[in-house]
């Protein structure tokens, strides 16, 4: 028996011990091989499942070990990018469609928490986008007015200044906008849960297993250290963990984020996020917060750039929001890598006629990815055109240098802080 996760995150804490599955032994065979236990991957072993297929997934530690089972909790409508960026490269009727299917990955979590039976701290009491400047506020409203006149999405509510201080305890904000439909829980519980629905209904799960060797071909094959696994179809859900792919690596920036939870703030919750709602500001390079059940405030951002002060760089600027918890404990301190592509759009498509991918929901894929697991089981069955929909989105990849990646996230990351100054500017 094995803890599943890494002890520093405080999703984790009163986690169960469970059993890790076993790993890849010996020579195996499936009809669709799934590498990767995040949600893409898992939701797209149980929807074949569920259609009858063999399935066998591959997890190098253990199912939710990756960002999936680290990340903010919070679950959103829409993609990381604008839906101008969609409209630009699709026309506005593919962006309707893949606005409407965003919306559908978030019903989809949470018709699934209730279906587990499974307690995954699921909170709705909705989600405020924070704007730190006006400029940033007048981006919100024209979105709000847009989302009612082009997505039929009346969701928002736009709120001046007094109107975030009823949800934020912060005097940093001159406005921002309301959504009820957003929600958010505790992922690593949902992942799990997720896993555990998906041995349910017979997906044989390998932990502890990692893919040293992808072999191509007629029959693909999966190969560890201890085993290898034949398939007829590939489904590749490593995500920003995923070393071993070049094509599928050179479009993503494995972009370092740390979330740091204090002590239970009891009654100072309410002295914190009075409504219980989940924030995120409205900068690219943003912070992102929301309160657990057992009242301990959850903040997240943007690593530091010290690995021994990235806890410490967390705090500075939680306190920059709510200089009130000063003397509030830190108990728990940790971080992901998040799949950040080029231009913030998700990267789906096909390798070869049998071995698709989805990766890359750019720091918004709590939601999302339980859409691209339905869309990967869909193609694999026969109705691709919604996954060929994802699939047209425009892609950059970086050049194949040895080394550019690091350099390719410094330089992306300043890039997306002077924006942010612009935008401060602006105002
Ligand atoms: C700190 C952080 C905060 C975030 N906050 C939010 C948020 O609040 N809201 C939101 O919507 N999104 C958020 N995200 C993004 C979101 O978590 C991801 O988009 C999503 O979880 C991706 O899921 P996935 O299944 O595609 O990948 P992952 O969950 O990363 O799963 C990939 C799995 O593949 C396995 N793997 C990789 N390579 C191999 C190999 N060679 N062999 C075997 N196994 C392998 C890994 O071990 C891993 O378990 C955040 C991400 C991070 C890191």
């Not at 912070?287 to 750039?305: E, Q």
């Not at 919604?386 to 300043?414: S, V, Y």
């Amino acid at each position: 028996m094995i803890r599943p996760f890494s002890a520093d995150a405080a999703y984790a804490q009163d986690l169960p011990t469970r059993a890790a599955q076993p790993p890849l032994a010996g020579e195996q065979q499936c009809e669709v091989a799934v590498l990767g236990g995040g949600l893409t991957g898992l939701t797209a072993a149980l929807e074949l499942a569920r259609a009858g297929v063999d399935v066998a997934l591959v997890e190098g530690r253990q199912c939710g070990w990756g960002a999936s089972g680290r990340n903010g909790g919070q679950a959103l409508a829409g993609l990381a990018a604008s839906m101008d960026k969609v409209e630009a490269a699709l026309g506005v009727a593919a962006a309707q469609r893949i606005w409407a299917m965003t919306l559908e990955g978030l019903e989809r979590l949470k018709r699934q928490v209730g279906e587990f039976g499974v307690d995954c701290e699921l909170a709705e009491p909705g989600y405020v986008y924070a704007a730190l400047n006006p400029a940033q506020l007048a981006d919100l409203a024209a979105w709000q007015q847009k989302a009612v006149r082009d997505y039929g999405y009346d969701g928002l509510t736009l709120l001046d200044r007094d109107g975030i201080r009823s949800h934020i305890g912060s005097e940093r904000y001159v406005g921002g906008a309301y959504d009820a439909n957003e929600v958010h829980l505790n992922p690593l519980k949902y992942t799990l849960a997720l896993a555990d629905a998906a041995r349910a209904a017979s997906v044989r799960v390998y932990e502890n297993s990692t893919v040293e060797r992808i072999e191509r071909g007629a029959a693909p094959r999966l190969v560890t250290a201890r085993g290898s696994l034949r398939c007829r179809s590939l489904v590749l859900a490593g995500n920003a963990y995923l070393e071993q792919v070049p094509e599928l690596s050179r479009t993503i920036l494995p972009v370092e984020s740390h979330i740091i939870a204090t002590e239970p703030l009891g009654e100072r919750v309410h002295d914190v996020l009075p409504t219980g709602v989940a924030v995120a500001d409205c900068n690219q390079v943003l912070d992102y917060y929301r309160c657990s059940r057992d009242g301990r405030l959850l903040f997240g951002g943007r690593a530091g750039p010290l690995v021994t002060q990235r806890a410490e760089h967390a705090r500075e600027r939680m306190l920059k929001v709510f200089p009130q918890l000063a003397d509030a404990r830190i108990d728990y301190a940790w971080g992901g890598y998040v799949d950040v592509t080029l231009n913030k759009l998700p990267h789906f498509g096909w390798l070869a006629p049998n071995i698709l991918f989805a990766q890359g929901f750019s720091g918004h894929g709590l939601a999302l990815t339980g859409l691209a697991g339905q869309l990967i089981a869909e193609a694999l069955g026969g109705e691709p055109e919604r996954f060929a929909l994802f699939e047209q989105l425009p892609m950059h990849r970086l050049p194949a240098l040895p080394g550019l990646r690091p350099l390719a996230i410094l330089a992306g990351t300043a890039w997306y802080q002077w924006q942010d100054r612009l935008s401060a500017r602006r105002a």
